[in-house]
């Protein structure tokens, strides 16, 4: 099995995480750093009001307004799955009391959070409930026998006071996976009860808002060989959600403290950027077209400049392996969902037919989304369904094209982070006077954005940096140098 490496960085309101195996980037997350979403945060509460005859409380959490606490939300969730159990009771409170709370409900209005005091935490393939003693099973698990089994499975895992859900996932992963993701999220809580006896009221103990804490929950921790990360926070942080694993599991969280960009030194920019285009180039030469619209996503094999070394059905068939594989890989990193049809090059053998799709049906099942593979039809097409996963990387990566109908070019803040990188690299070659020629609405973008702008006077403390504003560029066009300064330059550092 292939190693995997995981790479992390925020800088300038925005995070990215990055999966890598040999060294082929095989997912990419892109985001804002902070979400506006306070679901799923635990915070230490204290109980300012108590309604016994409503069985509710109000809860100062340190939010706008109190949160309100419910018997009703004990277990909030528990109408979309089936199971066994479940019966608990609202805890016995009186004024003045300091608990763990969970919100389950953002505010509306003039109106606070609602809270629970029975918290959940998601995993890949379980959600676990350390409070609550229920065993149950996705909905989406239709095959009553198997969803008997995994309710036994479930109780098997479990303590005796604790709560196991079985995720749509769960079918499909091994005992030892389930169990080294149930002692993940074990002591997740067990650090968020340490944390919350010195912590002070209204304090967040615990968010999953954090992109690394996310992808690190989700990733098969054992298929990881190295973590790197870009600051000395992202170390800390990456490091104690390592210690939540079993010592065997544990593995080395190294600092990126290079000069240049982590992506950029390790060959990884080139990747990212390609997810951007239309346009895949396979290995033998080969490429595929992906053009994506509101009903669907077409993807096109073609040969290009392949010619093969035998005859054509066997080129042909070459290329569509080839091209089968490279298109699991790409829906993950676009974060295509909904229909996919392909339109493999034309085969005469029919058992080539077969085994393209077959092909197909093994690179998707890397994927974590749910995906369906239909038979190729009898003009070469063949149809799959792939489930959306929350991620949407390329929204932040491209932008709609002013001059072309239905087109997509690069973002102008994706761009500048590209510039941040190629100025490092400069600066570390040793430029100390550095140019930047980029098209108008670049250059607009550049001066009003003020959290890049201190991040270049940290990263280049000696340089200096001009842009050069140019009305006949297209807004992806930009250029890094050493040149002469020219009149109309405008000084950024």
Not at 302 to 331: P, S
Not at 350 to 378: F, T, W, Y
Not at 380 to 390: N, S
């Amino acid at each position: 099995m292939a190693k995997k490496t995981l790479y992390f960085d925020s800088y300038c309101g925005y995070s990215f995480s990055v999966i890598t195996e040999n060294g082929k980037v095989t997912e990419f997350n892109f985001e804002k750093s902070e979400r506006a979403s306070i679901i799923g945060n635990i915070y230490k509460g204290r109980v300012e009001t108590v309604l016994q005859g409503m069985r509710a409380a109000f809860v100062n959490c340190g939010l706008e307004r109190n949160c309100y606490l419910s018997a009703d939300d004990i277990f909030p969730d528990a109408g979309k799955y089936d199971g066994e159990n479940g019966q608990t009771e609202m805890p016995e409170l009186k004024e003045g009391d300091e608990i763990i709370v969970q919100v389950v409900k953002p505010p509306v209005g003039k109106k606070g959070a609602k809270v629970t005091a029975h918290p959940s935490f998601v995993g890949n393939f379980l959600i676990y409930m350390p409070l609550t003693p229920f065993v149950g099973v996705s909905r989406k698990i239709a095959d009553e026998e198997l969803r008997k089994n995994l309710i036994y499975s479930a109780g098997r895992l479990k303590s005796q006071n604790e709560g196991l859900i079985f995720r749509t996932a769960a079918p499909y992963a091994k005992r030892n996976k389930l169990e080294l993701e149930l002692g993940y999220l074990r002591n997740m809580y067990t650090g968020i009860v340490k944390a919350f006896e010195s912590a002070k009221v209204g304090d967040l103990l615990y968010t999953d808002l954090e992109l690394c804490m996310r992808v690190m929950r989700d990733t098969l921790i054992y298929d990881v060989e190295k973590i790197y990360v870009g600051s000395p926070k992202l170390k800390d942080t990456v490091s104690r959600l390592i210690e939540l694993y079993p010592p065997a599991h544990r593995r080395p969280v190294l600092l990126h403290d290079s000069p240049r960009d982590m992506l950029e030194e390790n060959g990884l920019s080139s990747q990212i950027d390609e997810i951007t285009s239309p346009r895949v180039n396979l290995d033998n030469g080969g490429y595929l077209i992906i053009e994506s619209t509101e009903a669907l996503t077409v993807i096109d094999v073609n040969t290009g400049k392949f010619t093969g070394e035998y005859n054509l059905e066997q080129t042909v068939y070459y290329t569509n392996v080839l091209a089968a594989r490279e298109i699991a890989r790409q829906v993950k990193l676009r974060n295509i969902g909904g229909i996919v049809v392909v339109d493999f090059i034309d085969m005469t053998a029919a058992a080539h037919n077969k085994s393209i799709v077959q092909e197909l049906e093994r690179a998707l099942k890397k994927d974590g989304s749910k995906c369906s593979v239909a038979p190729m039809s009898e003009f070469g097409l063949v149809e799959f369904t792939r489930k959306r996963t929350a991620s949407d990387s390329l929204s932040l990566m491209t932008v709609p094209c002013r001059n072309c109908r239905g087109g997509k070019i690069k973002s102008p803040r994706y761009i500048l982070m590209e510039l941040r990188a190629r100025l490092m690299s400069l600066y570390a070659d040793g430029a100390r006077k550095l140019r930047a020629d980029m098209s108008a609405a670049l250059h607009a973008e550049l001066e009003g954005w003020k959290e890049l702008k201190e991040e270049l006077k940290k990263l280049l403390p000696e340089a200096e940096l001009y842009s050069v504003p140019h009305r006949s560029f297209h807004d992806e066009q930009l250029y890094c140098n050493t040149g002469e300064i020219p009149h109309n330059a405008v000084k950024i550092l």
